[in-house]
């Protein structure tokens, strides 16, 4: 195996102050730092001071950054730059940090003269090496005359310097759709750093782009594999620092950020096969969910044709089961309740933990009674705990006995954990990275009260359906967070929501509007769209089969259930439906939200 | 004058549900709305139940929006098209309303052929007339064939049907630089309907442009007084509609948001010349700014050179004066102070007023007591309350004979007036159609817990600035709401700062790394910035001069003082310098924040 490369993070990917940004750095487990200069700036700590709170915080300096518009401009200009260069040195002294990096030129100033930018970069360079430190030149992709790694690179060779090397950053090179492959000609002591970001596909241009939507590796859809195994290939031998702009994490709490941040890089290591984590076992399904509901509020499953089979040996908490469909019910819970489990069942739950933890996933202390099942338990990013099952957890259920009438349900179809606005991209990352489950695309939709982003992560029969408001919602948006489900999988859901609705379940009424337009949108066969109306079961279809849901009332402030049925190879969650789940919720619950006046 | 349009709104610019938005809509004093969809979708109520509630509220129901897709297909699609417009009108009968909105398909299947289209249209058109409904056809930005409205306007012409007009949509049309000019040649009488929305420049495509951040008239960057001009020269008879997608007011507080949309109609009227309003009277300074402190830290004037003048008749009240700097001190106020009041000086408060209750801004009742002025006072979109003064506003204040020492502060600079998230657009376009003041374009800062935009809102000597967090600030980002702040103008900076600093004034501190920074950055005379460090004052340069300023501590949770000095033709506030005070406020206010962990 490869030796395995430091870990450093930019501080301007973190919110708060300098002093938050390296305590949240080094409490992750990076190695080092990328000094991002205004962090620098508005800190009340000398260099010095800082260059010792690094020191006691294990972190080392890495890079000091960024220096702008420094190449190929006028001689006076020049010297100006070399005075100003001058007094950044001293800072990094002090810093006791060697490397700044230079990005290429994007003033009305700069000359497209490659000759004058060796030159000029030359003596720069030559600077940096009386005080011992050295230059690492960027291509921004956005840069006036240079915008791309193999001119920067050109510019650099020509000025041949030993204290000049390039800086290789993985969004201005990836974001142009400039190939990486010939990053592996450059010589690896001449790559001076590396910085890693990846981003969604975006259609705006690159310099917003890259200033509010970049994503730690994992997160976006840049091949970061790829591009850091030709810098590898290529001799690289410095660390895999990230530098993401991203509106949501410059605000965002920088600690969790800060976790999150180098979980991906030790996902991106393990895919490059510089690092061996515990592979992650085989989940061959949802063991159970965990529902915390208002008190009374569990017996809602009862209708659905569920059987109340077993009472916890030590814990307050009821099993629920219908077929292989398993909820544990706790209603002594919080005062908004919502899924506080999911239960995976894993070909090899140590092995599940081992992994989770090497990725840097809080693993629960769990307090065991006699008797009781060794559940690995992981705290997802939302708080979610996730419990890694083998067969043997029923066992700390006593049996009462019931047996389920069943109405035609035969198991956990998913588990939908609407997220907090700050994680929804960490999430992805957690579970595809911790658990091995692929993430889908995102999708976006219209809710009455705000636009909502919705992905999957699944594998074979675990699905998890993640959701999150493209705004965060403040005092009018009503369901902040919003309510959670879990969803049952049936055979037959006209049949099970007749036999519910017989039963008294509390299911949800869908307006006539909403089948008046899939009669539009659809031509169902007439009967089919009668059946639906009359049972307010929801339609959906995608080239891959048809799409059968219903839904309960909600069952405490934050959890209900949901009833599918899938036909053919139908691959989604009804998100289209999700609108109009969302207004009926709304219209069971109360006539109006409170309303502020402008004040 | 020509007749003055009616206005209308679609409901797909509002937050919450249909009955929310309509309520918001009626209640704002819209004349009609266009129905979105997918708001009747999921409502409860039945298309009869909406039309009678709009009769109830006296709105009409002016537009039935979008039908998709239809145009340019082959034989057997034309056929379902034709079976799902049947339905649509059947809803649509129900409601009461006769008019569609068809836009230009999207479809892979529609074929490029306007002769197709037209035929299909004109059966389209054909069978809306024996229901007694016309067709308004709208070409999308992104249409697959039809993407500009002369296109659209020749496939109608050649279609030639009594019932099919064409709609249009200032986004679709100035989003791709289409010169709406030839607009007047269309007769009126086609226009079916009219569209309105203003947009920010943004450099993305014109799809997600569309779909997030549209804005109301007068907003954003789009000429809609001409844009306009031409759709009523050409004779259009029609609402004044707003269409306006946009994320943040999708979740916000409907009832404001529709006040603020019904403005930006009232005032791009008045721009037509179809609607007269009041004058915006001359405003010649800031009469006065209102604080609210902390018990006590009012004081905090007393070591600035101001002195305690005069005492409120009837509230518990104070009048700090020097030169013409003047600030009424309420420190009984909430536990979180703020800017409480800008008080603008009007050469006729009496007809400010006016304009301000026809621009349908809050006018507030006022008690009046024996002796006191009839200050006018509006509430703006944040709850800022802006009086209009004349000159015997202080026969309010009783004297106190004291009279000030004087730190060569002779007046108000600016007022900083930081927006609740929501508010920020709604801001700009208050101040500007209510007191004529001109925003400058946004600017984005980098502060340490986000990004910031800002902008002022300016004419001669008022000046106010408006600053909003980017995103929504959650648990961790400090701060929320931020504090505010008074400005005041002076002729000494560094004299002043000294002055106040021996008096006692609890003056910021500027870190080192600022004044490092800043040598290295603009190499100013050596006397020069160690006169400027010594004092903790900040520097920034334009074009047109220079800015010396320096900050107070927070007196009171939200709300300090600021002291400027401009230097020949300086146009700005020293937003660059902005962040710098926001890490140095937070330094001095506690050592760190509450650190929530991830879950």
């Given at each position: 195996m490869p030796p395995e490369p430091r870990t450093a993070i930019a501080t301007v990917c973190l919110s708060g102050t300098l002093e938050d940004k390296l305590a949240a750095a080094a409490a992750?487990?990076?190695?080092?730092v990328?000094?991002?200069?205004?962090?620098?700036?508005?800190?009340?700590?000398?260099?010095?001071?800082?260059r010792r709170r690094c020191v006691g915080l294990g972190l080392s300096i890495d890079l000091y950054q960024p220096f702008r518009d420094f190449e190929a401009v006028p001689p006076e200009r020049h010297t100006a730059n070399l005075r100003r260069a001058a007094r950044k040195f001293d800072v990094m002294a002090e810093l006791g940090t060697d490397t700044v990096l230079v990005c290429s030129s994007v003033s009305p100033e700069a000359i497209d003269d490659d000759e004058l930018a060796a030159e000029q970069l030359h003596a720069l360079a030559e600077l940096a090496a009386t005080r011992g430190m050295r230059i690492a030149y960027e291509a921004l992709a956005w840069g006036r005359h240079v915008s791309g790694y193999e001119h920067a690179w050109r510019i650099v060779r020509r000025a041949a310097h030993p204290a000049l090397g390039v800086c290789l950053d993985s969004f201005h090179i990836l974001s142009k759709g400039h190939d990486p492959a010939p990053i592996r000609a450059i010589p690896g002591e001449k790559i001076f750093f590396l910085q890693l970001a990846d981003a969604p596909t975006l259609p705006m241009d690159v310099l917003p782009w890259s200033r509010h939507h970049r994503l730690f590796p994992g997160q976006g859809d840049f091949d970061l594999t790829a591009f850091t195994?030709?810098?590898?290939?290529?001799?690289?031998?410095?660390?895999?620092?990230?530098?993401?702009?991203?509106?949501?994490f410059r605000q965002a709490d920088p600690r969790p950020a800060a976790v999150d941040a180098l979980r991906s890089l030790l996902a991106l290591k393990e895919s490059l096969g510089v690092l061996e984590l515990p592979a992650a076992p085989a989940?061959?399904?949802?063991?159970?969910?965990?529902?915390?509901?208002?008190?009374?509020?569990?017996?809602?499953l009862a209708p659905l044709g569920f059987a109340r089979t077993g009472v916890h040996r030590t814990k307050p908490v009821e099993l629920w089961e219908q077929g292989d469909a398993r909820v544990v019910v706790n209603e002594g819970g919080a005062a908004h309740?919502?899924?506080?489990?999911?239960?995976?069942?894993?070909?090899?739950?140590?092995?599940?933990?081992?992994?989770?933890?090497?990725?840097?996933?809080p693993v629960l202390p769990r307090v065991r009674g006699p008797r009781e099942a060794d559940l690995a338990s992981v705290e997802a990013p939302d708080g979610t705990q996730v419990f890694l099952c083998g067969d043997d957890w029923r066992d700390d259920f006593t049996p009462t006995g019931e047996t389920a009438a069943g109405a035609g349900i035969f198991g956990i179809d998913h588990v939908a954990l609407t997220q907090p606005f700050d994680h929804f991209e960490e999430a992805a990352l957690f579970y595809r990275s911790v658990f091995g489950l692929t993430p889908s695309p995102v999708a976006e939709f219209a809710a009455p009260f705000g636009l909502v982003r919705s992905r999957s992560v699944a594998a074979g029969e675990v699905r998890l359906t993640l959701d999150a408001a493209v705004v965060r919602r403040g005092e009018w948006a009503p369901a902040v967070p919003e309510p959670q489900h879990v969803a049952f999988a049936c055979t037959d859901a006209l049949a099970a929501a007749a036999a519910m609705r017989a039963a008294g379940a509390p299911l949800l009424d869908i307006p006539g509007n909403y089948y008046a337009d899939l009669d539009a949108r659809l031509d169902l066969p007439p009967g089919r769209l009668d059946a639906l109306q009359e049972r307010s079961v929801l339609y959906d279809r995608d080239a891959h089969g048809e799409f059968l849901h219903f839904y309960t009332a909600l069952a405490g402030a934050r959890v209900f259930f949901e009833v599918v049925q899938r036909i053919g190879g139908y691959r989604g969650f009804g998100v289209a439906n999700a609108p109009v789940r969302m207004a009926a919720h709304r219209a069971r619950r109360h006539a109006a939200p409170p309303v502020k006046t402008p004040a």
């Open positions: 992750a487990g990076f190695d080092g990328e000094l991002f200069e205004n962090d620098l700036v508005v800190s009340p700590s000398s260099p010095a001071e800082i195994g030709h810098v590898l290939a290529a001799g690289y031998r410095g660390p895999l620092s990230l530098e993401v702009f991203n509106d949501v989940l061959t399904g949802h063991a159970f969910a965990e529902v915390v509901t208002d008190p009374g509020a569990g017996s809602v309740g919502a899924v506080g489990a999911v239960a995976l069942a894993s070909t090899d739950p140590a092995r599940s933990a081992r992994r989770a933890e090497a990725l840097l996933a």
